[in-house]
């Protein structure tokens, strides 16, 4: 009989330690992760301001340029995480996301020794930047297509990356020692229009567009319901090829 209450003794007092020890982690998991997403998701958004400012300015420079009236160009916001610029034929939208994201253990930059040093450094807040239609928008048609060109990683340490298309996608590489300003957002901002702009919209191959219903005539005709996206039915070519 002693002998199964020194069992049941040291049964309760490990499960007891157990129990202990978990909320024990649990409490460093919050002080520790928890408080650096918190973390980077400030220094994110403060940044998110700052391009959303700059975006006002650059297409407020562009537009004392140009006196053709037809061509498009205001910023609309759209809450305190989304911005869209009409620029010309295109919207970009720029969207910060309000989640951390952790890179997937397979990416090349875990090999760095600046992760190695510290492996908080892996988590990132993330703005996208997406390429649509500005007649998607304008003409509410919910079933065109946009693209994500861009998208740009801040972590705690406020440095930055971008990968993206064309040169979004090699102009901003450098994790280790490059931290947003003003220049740096700028030049991100005006890359990203020219990549925007010289993105031409291509007839779509006919095989795709030889057939339609009568509803989508009908329907066509108030909201243009027939998918429309600037290369609907085409592969990228090598220059774009897909994020990460």
């Keep these: 009989m002693n002998s199964k209450l020194n069992e049941l003794s040291n049964s309760k007092t490990y499960k007891t330690k157990s129990m202990s020890d978990t909320l024990n982690l649990i409490q460093e998991l919050l002080q520790k992760k928890a408080a650096l997403k918190q973390d980077i998701f400030q220094d994110t958004k403060r940044q998110f301001e700052r391009f959303k400012q700059h975006l006002l300015e650059e297409v407020g420079t562009l537009r004392h340029g140009i006196t053709d009236d037809r061509i498009r160009l205001h910023v609309e916001h759209k809450g305190e995480f989304q911005v869209e610029v009409y620029i010309g034929s ?15 253990e397979e990416h090349a930059l875990w090999k760095s020794d600046y992760l190695k040093e510290d492996k908080e450094r892996g988590y990132f807040g993330i703005i996208n930047i997406y390429n649509f239609l500005a007649e998607s928008y304008l003409k509410s048609r919910l079933n065109d297509l946009g693209y994500l060109i861009g998208r740009i990683f801040i972590n705690k340490d406020e440095n930055y990356m971008v990968e993206g298309k064309g040169q979004l996608g090699f102009l901003f590489r450098d994790l280790t020692d490059t931290q947003l300003n003003d220049s740096i957002i700028k030049h991100i901002i005006h890359v990203a229009f020219v990549y925007a702009l010289e993105f031409d919209l291509l007839t779509p191959p006919y095989d795709i567009v030889s057939k339609a219903t009568v509803n989508q005539m009908l329907e066509q005709n108030s909201r243009d319901q027939m998918s429309t996206g600037k290369r609907l ?7 774009d090829k897909d994020i990460f």
């Design 233 to 239: 039915g085409f592969k990228f070519s090598a220059e």
């Design 90 to 104: 295109d919207v970009l939208v720029f969207q910060m996301h309000t989640n951390v994201f952790r890179l997937p």
